[in-house]
């Protein structure tokens, strides 16, 4: 399935975005999917190639800590002088991939 044929729902889970340079930032989820995220960050991804993306979820009561390695795909400056960043899902285990589907078939 192609990632334009997965659904892409609105989010508002919360986590920290670590950079291949060492730096942390905190950032929260504007959309997400079962194949990529987009996230708004307060910088920008500062040549990073790979990044790891830690976000605190919450379905149904049901509170999740997901960690995933990413790859880049947009970082973008808006009109919130925040940083809009998309990123593909690189490494991301299979439990955490079910409770993404759980959350998005319910916010379809």
Not at 61 to 87: Q, T
Request: aromatic share 8%.
């Amino acid at each position: 399935m192609s990632i334009t044929q997965s659904p892409y729902v609105r989010c508002f889970w919360t986590g920290s975005l670590y950079l291949t340079n060492g730096k942390v930032m905190p950032i929260h989820c504007t959309h997400i999917s079962t194949k990529m995220i987009e996230v708004e960050a307060p910088t920008g991804l500062e040549g990073s190639k790979m990044v790891k993306l830690e976000l605190k979820a919450m379905h149904e009561g049901e509170r999740k800590l997901i960690k995933v390695l990413c790859d880049p795909d947009l970082d973008i400056f808006n009109e919130h002088n925040k940083h809009y960043i998309k990123l593909k899902y690189h490494t991301i285990s299979d439990k955490d991939v079910a409770f993404i589907r759980d959350f998005v078939e319910a916010h379809e």
